[in-house]
């Protein structure tokens, strides 16, 4: 696909370092344009610090990084002019209007008046919150904050969109939302999309390729699809009473086996063919604890995830009691 | 504006998009635009202009209440209200700036935002520090006007008037140079409401309430030594005797200083803000 497509982001062994933390080890990228690309880790795995790399925030300590044809250490005003970003957390001003923010971005991007007013147009189509665009954003929910953060980041038509970890804290109403916002400007503008997420579904819905990240380092890309397939074809997870770990050595001995990981009381293993092994699975597990639950299913990325990492995704859901609560009661 | 008013402007669809593109704004656009954001926020945060104007106008009408009848009993021809301008001025005017403002936007992200942009990173500082001369120059406004209705003459004319706000406005920006480089350096709100605290050995030990010669000894060498003594100086020749120009110079003098230090620390502190390393 690189090959056909011209590059829209490539990084070759970027580093970033506080100190001596060591955030981004080594990362190789190359996106192609029009792109979704998945960036999934658990927190602290260096996805964020990625991004405010290759958006300019922060420069590479090592390692180098394009981003739609021009070097973010060297070149950064013009990366600035071709990307889009919406931060972890919406970066607004709460007393602004909607309006006043969407217009203040086009007039830093260097658009006329009559270009911001015809994005106004387009955007207020985009993220849909009609009359809101009126009101001071303090008074927004989080969903509604989250589709202005970004419409703001998409004023300027930026060839690359960064989103990071753009539903985090999101219901999942708003969430579906914002994937359909984002699989729609992918189509509709085929933009360029590096998206950063702990959310294993959202991965795999929305991208194309996914890379993951652990402890800075990308451990593993592909397309979903491929992904599932390193870990095996089939999965089969038994819980059981007591202590899952005396069992592992009864199922590894099994046929067509790929794996085994055990957590608690949860034994989860690979195999080539689910449901021929199913039983022969059972069995040797009865022989150890009793099962008291059993199932069959595809690959999902967190199994790719525990694969390669041996944990399991730890999904940070803190913000969500608050997300849809706006800041302030009154309303404009 | 909503979407169905919007599309009045005369776009269709999604695609229609690709045909703008983002391009460096010039800088007075850089810096106007930010200021203007600036300015449009001080309606909706009257919190942070009303107090400074209470404050001058208490002072003001409480220190010309407190010493008028003394002055005009030992001090044949002294104006204590013509006197007392300039220090309600400035206590009006210096300490009032967005620095703080600029620390919400830290905090909130929003600054990340904005160096995302390709926006020169001056241009932030200096269209906030524009939106403050504005702001200097509205809150002289009440104050001068009180001063007038109680027969406050200004010797200088209408053009000592302007002199007097700008004298005024740039000294406010000066002070706030301060606020913002403890803004840009700590992102601490609390912090930059506390550089108000600086002001107060400028402002009281100097001439704000009796002339520089009746000052005590020591403190009459320490008034010669601050800044804000001659700012005082300055607009209060422009009041009492019209345009003098050596007191007027010595006012921009010390401004002046007062701003070099200032933007220094503040430029120092934007500078290691904005760092990418």
Not at chain 1, 216 to 221: D, I, Q
């Amino acid at each position: 696909m690189s090959g056909i497509r011209p590059v829209a982001i490539r990084a070759d062994r970027l580093v970033r370092r506080f100190g001596e933390l060591t955030a981004v080890d080594g990362v190789d990228l190359e996106i192609p344009r029009g792109e979704i690309y998945g960036f999934l880790g658990p927190n602290g795995a260096g996805k964020s610090t990625t991004v405010r790399v290759l958006c300019t925030l922060l420069s590479p300590s090592g390692g180098q990084a394009v981003v739609a044809g021009y070097d973010v250490a060297t070149d950064p005003d013009r990366v600035r002019l071709r990307i889009g970003v919406a931060l972890q957390e919406a970066a607004l001003d709460p007393k602004q209007t909607g309006i006043e923010l969407l217009r203040l971005q086009g007039r830093l991007y260097g658009l006329s008046r009559s270009e911001i007013n015809q994005r106004l147009v387009e955007l207020a189509r985009l993220i849909d919150i009609g009359d809101a665009l009126r009101r001071p954003i303090g008074t927004y929910s989080g969903g509604m904050k989250r589709r202005l953060d970004l419409a703001a980041a998409l004023v300027h038509n930026p060839e690359v969109l960064f989103l990071d970890e753009p539903t985090t804290g999101l219901d999942p109403v708003s969430r579906a939302r914002m994937w359909e916002e984002v699989r729609r400007l992918n189509r509709e503008l085929e933009m360029t999309i590096f998206l950063t997420t702990q959310y294993l579904e959202e991965a795999d819905e929305l991208a194309d390729r996914v890379g993951i990240i652990n402890d800075g380092r990308l451990v593993a890309e592909g397309s979903p699809a491929e992904l599932k397939r390193r870990v095996g074809e089939d999965v089969i997870v038994a819980r059981l009473d007591g202590w899952a770990e005396p069992a592992r050595s009864a199922v590894e001995r099994l046929a067509g086996i790929h794996s085994v990981d055990t957590r608690g009381d949860e034994i989860v293993v690979t195999a080539t063919d689910g449901a021929a092994t199913i039983g022969a699975v059972a069995v040797a597990l009865n022989g150890v604890a009793p099962v008291r639950h059993l199932t069959l299913r595809t690959p999902t990325l967190d199994d790719v995830f525990l694969e390669l990492t041996g944990n399991h995704i730890q999904i940070d859901n803190h913000a969500d009691a608050e997300s849809e609560r706006p800041e302030r009661a009154e309303v404009a | 504006m909503t979407a169905v008013e919007l599309s009045s402007l005369g776009v269709s669809d999604l695609s229609d998009a690709r045909t703008i593109e983002a391009r460096p704004a010039n800088p007075v656009r850089d810096v106007l635009s930010i200021a203007g954001r600036a300015l449009r926020a001080v309606p909706r945060e009257l919190e942070t202009v009303i107090p400074p104007i209470f404050i001058a106008l208490f002072f003001f009408i409480i220190n010309i209440g407190t010493l008028q009848r003394l002055t005009q009993s030992h001090a044949k021809g002294f104006d204590i209200k013509a006197f007392m301008l300039p220090t309600a001025i400035l206590i009006g005017v210096t300490g009032v700036s967005r620095a703080g403002a600029l620390v919400l936007d830290i905090q909130d992200g929003y600054f990340d935002r904005l160096l995302l942009t390709p926006v020169r990173r001056l241009a932030i500082l200096v269209g906030h520090m524009l939106a403050d001369v504005a702001i200097a120059c509205m809150l002289t406004v009440p104050i001068l006007i009180l001063a007038l209705l109680i027969g406050v003459h200004l010797e200088a004319g209408p053009a000592g008037v302007v002199a007097f706000v700008l004298i005024a406005a740039l000294w406010s920006l000066a002070f706030a140079g301060f606020a913002y480089a403890i803004a840009l350096k700590t992102g601490n709100p609390a912090a930059v409401n506390s550089s108000f605290l600086l002001f107060f050995p400028f402002l009281f030990m100097t001439s704000s309430y009796v002339p520089r010669g009746q000052l005590s000894g020591w403190l009459n060498t320490i008034a010669a030594w601050n800044p804000v003594t001659y700012v005082l100086e300055g607009q209060r020749s422009l009041v009492s005797h019209g345009w003098q120009w050596g007191q007027l110079g010595k006012a921009a003098v010390a401004i002046g200083l007062v701003a070099i230090l200032s933007m220094s620390l503040c430029l120092a502190a934007l500078r290691q803000r904005t760092r990418r390393g």
